[in-house]
């Protein structure tokens, strides 16, 4: 009795676990994409990104739904070209997702202080809603 017992929660663990991960790579990887909007159109946004790992531009596109989230605007009709956002997003088979979107404002300092080494930048968000 006690080796069919353990033989059922192993089986119950083996079957937890690996509906774990099968939703997990269902959901996708999630990160952030940082950069400006260069082109809108009705379910999508296209930026360009500066990549950490890179020193090239890329242009992204982001799909986006009506689980997306603004912030900082109401709707992508308020986007201009060249508005900066951040982008929180999540990998659905090779395509991004945006979860949330937040428009942010970039300060420039050209005070040309040394200790900044001159022209700086600050990303400062008008509200206090953290990503």
Known sequence: MKQVTMMMMAAV???????????????????????????KMTGQLVMEEFPEDSEDVVEVTYSIND???????????????????????????GQRLALKIVRVQVFQDFSGDEEYGGDTAEIQYSNSEDI
């Open 13 to 39: 663990l083996f079957v937890g676990l690996g509906q774990t991960a099968f939703v997990q790579a269902a959901e996708g990887d999630t990160g952030t994409g940082i950069g400006y909007v260069i082109k």
């Open 67 to 93: 689980k997306t989230r603004f912030s900082n605007f109401e709707s992508l009709d308020d986007l201009n070209e060249f508005d900066d956002l951040e982008i929180e997003y999540q990998e659905v088979n």
